[in-house]
């Protein structure tokens, strides 16, 4: 589409955000009004029409400015018209993979009833993303750069169709749940009740805490954040005409208030994934970049696409996992007697992704260095640089390494921890860190080239080194909030759990 490498890799960034972000609201709308079925159903019908359009805009020469040679500094940007069209056929391809992603996880897992049976689903679950992903970051793309971007699209279109007609016929076997209503509303009789009642305990006398139906619930809430405790308050004009209590938008259970504590309590840790997400994202988009000026040879014959470089983080995560499932959480607990806890987990993958940042400043140090010795500034962008690009796989090796420590950790972390109300919210939040840290990392981008010289369109003439420099030190400044965060933080269902825990 002849647009420039930081304002596609911006772009990028915003795609991967939009699909990060739109589990969350598949997840709602599943919940609250439709079931996972039909969710899954429209969305990757959506998915599907997304594809269909950027296979047309790949193919017709209307919607797509003429070809640019590469190097060229004189291309013709896109149209309105071309701009429109790309952007509707990206929207509408990342709404559907992010309504259906984390909704089909969810459905999957409500075909079973029994955790461990759970728990082998997911498994093959994500090791079919990973194995996706790593089709389309190397075959997909090698028929883009080889052949022609309306085949690779196409390509998607069949699968996409496939898929989708697969599943539809599966209707009748499938185990269908009914929505249970949106959890956010009882967070938000909570903190409605709260509000309402955070005056009457001068002037009335209460009568002892609400418990629904829940025969089971603790006798009292929490000392912890007690402004909210007198939501589950009874008073005397609480009580129904039949002299019975039942839960309202002034009146909330025990177990209703104490889910919502748990949630505040998680948040910080939650968000200390905001910025590790972010760092990943920004080294994922400019490798690529990097990529695109260094030598991507293997052998005399074959040349890497410099966007399938990615793969080598997602071979090195899905590698990981099954090294760190099978041996590494075993051995550890032979040692110590004692489980690797989530916190522990997501901790080592905070260090092992600010050594992954640590490696890509240096290899892109020793890039520029050798710009230099040759003489390659203020040359074209076409221009390549004589270095081998398998010195990018280095750093990213090491952040799909750590990736397999924190990724798994949150999931963890998050479906044990948070409500069981919000269990399948619970596992969306992940793509939600994902998404957010996507948006952060276009707008540091942003940052970065408004206010300093390190991002020019070419990057030979650039510091992308410092770059690298700044997101070490995010990371590692991140890793002490994290800390600190687990200092505050006490596991509340974790089975065997320890009061207090750090990683």
């Known amino acids: 589409m002849n647009i420039k490498s930081i304002n596609a890799t911006q772009i990028n960034n915003i795609i991967i955000g939009c699909y990060s972000l739109f589990p969350v609201a598949g997840a709602v709308i599943a919940d609250s ?4 079925f039909y969710v899954v159903s429209v969305f990757a019908f959506v998915s599907l029409l997304g594809l269909i359009m950027l296979t047309l805009a790949s193919t017709i020469h209307s919607l797509r400015p003429p070809t640019c040679v590469i190097g060229s500094l004189a291309c013709e940007a896109p149209s309105k018209l071309q701009y429109a069209v790309l952007y509707l056929a990206l929207a509408l391809a990342s709404l559907g993979v992010g309504g259906t992603r984390f909704t089909i996880s969810t459905m999957g897992a409500d075909q079973f009833n029994k955790p461990n049976e759970q728990g082998t689903f997911f498994s093959w679950y994500f090791f079919t993303l990973y194995l996706a992903s790593a089709i389309s970051l190397t075959a997909i793309i090698y028929v883009q750069d080889s052949v022609s971007w309306g085949l690779g699209f196409g390509i998607g279109v069949v699968a996409n169709a496939i898929g989708l007609a697969v599943f539809l016929l599966g209707k009748r076997f499938y185990c269908h749940t009914k929505p249970k209503g949106s959890p956010f509303v009882g967070i938000a009789r909570v903190l409605a009740a709260a509000i309402r009642k955070r005056r009457k305990l001068e002037t009335f006398q209460s009568q002892g805490y609400f418990h629904g139906d829940n025969t089971k619930a603790i006798s009292s809430p929490t000392e912890s954040l007690r402004f909210l405790n007198c939501a589950a308050l009874r008073f005397e004009d609480d009580r129904k005409s039949d002299g019975s209590y039942s839960s309202s938008w002034w009146l909330c259970t025990v177990e209703e208030v104490e889910d919502l504590k748990t949630l505040i309590k998680i948040m910080p840790l939650w968000s200390s994934g ?43 995560t899905a590698l990981s996992i099954s090294i760190i499932d099978r041996f590494l959480l075993p051995t550890w607990k032979n040692l110590t007697r004692r489980s690797l806890k989530p916190l522990q987990q997501i901790g080592i993958g905070h260090v092992i992704n600010i050594f992954a940042m640590v490696g890509s400043a240096l290899v892109e140090t020793r890039r520029l260095r050798v710009v230099r010795t040759h003489h390659l500034n203020g040359e074209s962008p076409g221009s390549v640089v004589p270095m081998s690009g398998l010195w990018l796989v280095v750093p990213l090796l090491v952040i799909g390494v750590g990736e397999a420590f924190h990724f798994p950790g949150q999931v963890a972390l998050y479906y044990q921890e948070f409500p069981t109300s919000l269990s399948s919210t619970s596992t969306a939040m992940i793509s939600l860190l994902i998404g957010i840290g996507y948006y952060l ?20 003439d650039g ?7 700044l997101l070490t030190a995010i990371a590692f400044l991140n890793f002490g909030y994290y800390l600190l965060c687990t200092k505050l933080f006490k596991y509340q269902n974790t089975e065997n759990h320890e009061n207090e825990a750090s990683p």
Do not use: C, E
């Open 274 to 316: 905001i910025l590790l997400s972010t760092t990943i994202a920004t080294i994922n988009s400019l490798t690529v970049l990097q990529a695109l000026t260094m030598d991507r040879h293997l052998g005399p014959h074959f040349k890497i696409p410099a966007g399938s470089f990615l793969v080598f983080s997602i071979l090195a």
């Open 33 to 36: 009004f439709f079931s996972s």
């Open 441 to 460: 990392s276009t707008a540091i981008i942003d940052l970065v080239r408004r206010s300093t010289g390190w991002l020019p369109d070419n990057i030979n």
């Open 463 to 469: 510091r992308l080194d410092y770059v690298f420099w």
